[in-house]
């Protein structure tokens, strides 16, 4: 059983199609629906049922896919306890970061990580947290920045908490005020990020809460965007407060989310129990040593002992 077949295969459940996921493998369509009927051939069962375009994992196929993301994660393992002997004179830091924020937070540590060690080749990809989760989940990555809470296999530390500010027009009614809740804003349009992104599931988790149901005029994954959608009047955004700060201008007011739980907590986290080369936890360590959060704490030590 090949383990770029394997990859495939993942790649097809997690696009929804084949020729989205062999987009992102750099396959052709064709490879990777030979790759799928590869794999079928070996276990004997059809992995799918193909409806028209769609394609619907059948119970061997669930079966399949959840044990292949853990084949793939063992892999990465091994490669990673191979590089551990070779210590930090060669490697890959592979990190996974979401577009939101990963400038303000990591720009000055990737220039000093470079700094320290220029042997060490960094892969970088940028996905929602969802999307994260699953790359770090599945070994694809060793790290990845997510919001907090993180699922119960990773294991994190703190980088940074921000609390939420509500992006309004400067003429909307509620521009004078000092602080505001999903309560006042039940008649704003809301602009979100596009699906995927957790800080949606903050906003939508808190205005239920409330007993609000907002509509949602539009979505974006660009912050610039979702502010000249605010100046122009189309609705009501929320961003983590330096962020807000970093996009003001004349046409735009910041007030501060006056709601429970809709702190902007982004951690970085792992795979618990993973093994972690020496590139990822040189990463973690000058996070640490790094580190704006008031009052945060690792949750796992990374001890001195790990590092040799």
Known sequence: MNLRTLLAFVEVVRQGSFSQAAEVVSLTQSTVSKAVKTLEDELGTPLFNRIGHKSELTAAGEIAYRRAL????????LVAEINDLLGLKRGVLRIGLPPVGSGVLFAAMFALYRQRYP?????????????????????????????????????????????????MPIDHPLAGRKSVDFSDLADSPFILFEAGFALNRIILTA??????????????????????????????????????????????????????????????????????????????????????????????????????
């Open 70 to 77: 853990v084949l793939l994660a063992e892999r990465s393992d």
């Open 119 to 167: 042997e060490i080749e960094i892969e970088l990809i940028e996905h929602g947290s969802k999307k994260l989760g699953e790359c770090l989940e599945a070994g694809e990555v060793d790290v990845a920045a997510l919001l907090v809470p993180v699922a119960g296999e990773f294991e994190y530390q703190d980088v940074r908490v921000e609390p939420l500010m509500v992006v």
């Open 207 to 308: 205005c239920e809460r409330r007993g609000v149901v907002p509509r949602i005029t539009a979505r974006s994954a660009q912050i610039d965007f979702i502010v000249d959608l605010v100046a122009a009047g189309l609705g009501v955004a929320f961003l983590p407060s330096m962020l807000a700060y970093k996009h003001l201008h004349a046409g735009i007011a910041l007030i501060q989310l006056d709601e429970p739980q809709t702190d902007w907590h982004i951690a970085l986290a792992w795979r618990r129990q993973a093994h972690l080369p020496p590139a990822a936890r040189a990463w973690l360590d000058l996070a640490l040593e790094m580190g704006n959060v008031p009052g945060a704490r690792p949750s796992l030590e990374l001890s001195a002992s790990d590092d040799s």
